[in-house]
């Protein structure tokens, strides 16, 4: 300490012995900037030169320090830059690595050390600031298209060396790999996560969150769009109500699709809606019923994507409205029928067979006749309601 303290004693006074005597072999001199300003978990890039009177020989050591000179603060200094200077130039550039709010700040100095215990510190103070981490990691997405495999990036933020940074994805479930790229010392590192777009994945939100150093997290969204070639639902369907046609095509796709009825052409009255999720199409017809119209009518969805094609099958609406109680009263008809019967069936059988029993055979022929009658009829009724739905 005693020691030290003498030493920048004996600086400062040579400093002074130097203004003094202009043309003292002591004449260094220091380019630098006097602050910076970094983010907790980020680096920040210190570019510098200094210049030396010529009775100083290489090797000449540079440490940077904070506080104690004999306490190094840059564990490796990282030399940026070394052509462009001239013979009594050297560059003294430094990476603040691995920032920590609280603990990287501070006021430091350049040390320069050559021959035998030569020794001179620079005057000059480099101020470092570290705030808050306010950078958000930016997610790289390509167009998304279903069947395509699609790999969508997540960058570090800052271009630091070797960032000690965990990424985690979340909704998407896909492979994840991590990648480098840049130039030494300018590097970016990035998560990459590759997966198969499909169409549940459109307006899904995509979270990279980075933990740098396990104790600052930042994170972006994103929110995915994923084209895909149109596809027909099932709820498209075709009616004949009294004399009108009315068909109504359900095609989702993205882009939006356009649908078209080849069959029925320009003549008809078009009404078209869009879903608020802006992925699926309708497409309403309504024209007067053609007398030899087919069983099914073509309807044709289209986008940048792909085409597609769906038969419709044409239902007669008249017997629609039936469908709601028709699918249970069959079922409490049958039921009703098949009780009533058992009961029916009973009594007359006990009735018979108390009364005359050398024609019993004959009655019970008659009882399983009936039963099966009932059961035909209804049997029908189910079938024709089934073929309604
Ligand atoms: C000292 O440095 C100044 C400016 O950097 C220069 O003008 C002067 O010639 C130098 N003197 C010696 C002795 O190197
Ligand atoms: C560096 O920061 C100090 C204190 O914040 C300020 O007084 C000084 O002017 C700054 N220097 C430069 C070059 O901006
Ligand atoms: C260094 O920067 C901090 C924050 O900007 C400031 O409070 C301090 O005064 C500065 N010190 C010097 C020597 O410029
Ligand atoms: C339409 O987009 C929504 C998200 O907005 C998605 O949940 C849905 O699956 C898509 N519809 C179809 C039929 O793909
Ligand atoms: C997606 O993110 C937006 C805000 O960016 C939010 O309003 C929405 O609720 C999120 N959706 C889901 C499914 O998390
Ligand atoms: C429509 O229904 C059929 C049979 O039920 C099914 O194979 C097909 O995948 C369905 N299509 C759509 C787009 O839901
Ligand atoms: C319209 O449909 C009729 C037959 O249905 C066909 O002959 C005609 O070429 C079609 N017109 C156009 C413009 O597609
Ligand atoms: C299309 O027709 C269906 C019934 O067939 C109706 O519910 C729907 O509102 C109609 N859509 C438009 C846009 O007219
Ligand atoms: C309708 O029926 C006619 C004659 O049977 C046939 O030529 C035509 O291809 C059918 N169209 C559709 C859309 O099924």
């Known amino acids: 300490m005693l020691q030290t303290l003498l030493f920048i004693l004996t600086v400062i006074k040579m400093t002074d012995c130097e203004i003094l005597n202009p043309g003292a ?3 260094f ?39 104690d000179p004999q306490n190094p603060a840059v564990e490796d200094a990282n ?15 430094f990476l603040l690595n691995h920032l920590v709010q609280g603990e990287s700040d501070g006021e430091y100095r350049l040390k320069l050390e050559w021959g035998k215990g030569n020794v001179y510190i620079f005057p000059q103070t480099v101020n ?19 069947g395509d495999e699609a790999q969508i990036t997540c960058k570090v933020p800052g271009n630091c060396i070797k960032p000690l940074a965990d990424i985690v994805w979340t909704g998407i479930d896909g492979k994840t790999s991590r990648g480098v790229r840049g130039v030494p010392g300018q590097e970016e590192h990035f ?12 307006n899904t939100n995509l979270t990279c969150s980075v933990a740098l150093q396990g104790r600052t997290w930042t994170e972006s969204t994103v929110i995915l769009k994923v084209r895909y070639a149109p596809k027909i639902l099932n709820s498209s369907r075709c009616f004949v109500w009294g004399d009108e ?21 320009s003549t008809a009255k078009h009404c078209r809606a869009v879903s608020t999720e802006n992925n699926i199409s309708i497409s309403n017809i309504s024209i007067p019923a053609l007398r030899n119209i087919n069983a099914s009518i073509e309807c044709v969805s289209k986008n940048l994507i792909g085409t ?10 008249v017997e629609k409205p039936k469908e709601s109680w028709s699918l249970s009263t069959p079922w409490i008809f049958f039921t009703l029928s098949v009780v009533l019967n058992v009961i029916f069936a009973s009594c007359l059988t006990v009735i018979l067979w108390k009364r005359e029993k050398p024609t019993k055979p004959k009655d019970k022929d008659h009882v399983y006749m009936t039963a099966m009658k009932r059961e035909e009829s209804v049997y029908e009724t189910i079938k024709m309601s089934s073929e309604r739905s």
């Open 79 to 93: 030399y940026f830059r070394n052509v462009g200077f001239s013979h009594n130039e050297k560059d003294c550039s």
């Open 25 to 27: 072999p002591n004449n």
């Open 245 to 265: 046609l009315s068909c109504m095509c359900v095609s989702s796709g993205v882009p939006l699709p356009q649908i078209y009825w080849p069959i029925l052409n």
């Open 191 to 202: 998560s990459i996560l590759t997966f198969h777009p499909k169409p549940e994945h459109h």
């Open 128 to 146: 470092i600031t570290v705030k808050e981490l306010t950078q958000k990691p930016p997610i790289k997405v390509p167009l998304l298209t279903e």
């Open 29 to 67: 001199s220091i380019k630098v900037l006097e602050n910076f300003t970094g983010e907790a978990g980020l680096c920040i890039r210190v570019f510098c030169s200094f210049t030396f009177p010529q009775s100083v020989s290489d090797p000449i050591r540079r440490t940077w320090f904070k506080g």
């Open 308 to 317: 597609t094609k769906m038969e419709i099958q044409v239902h007669n609406r």
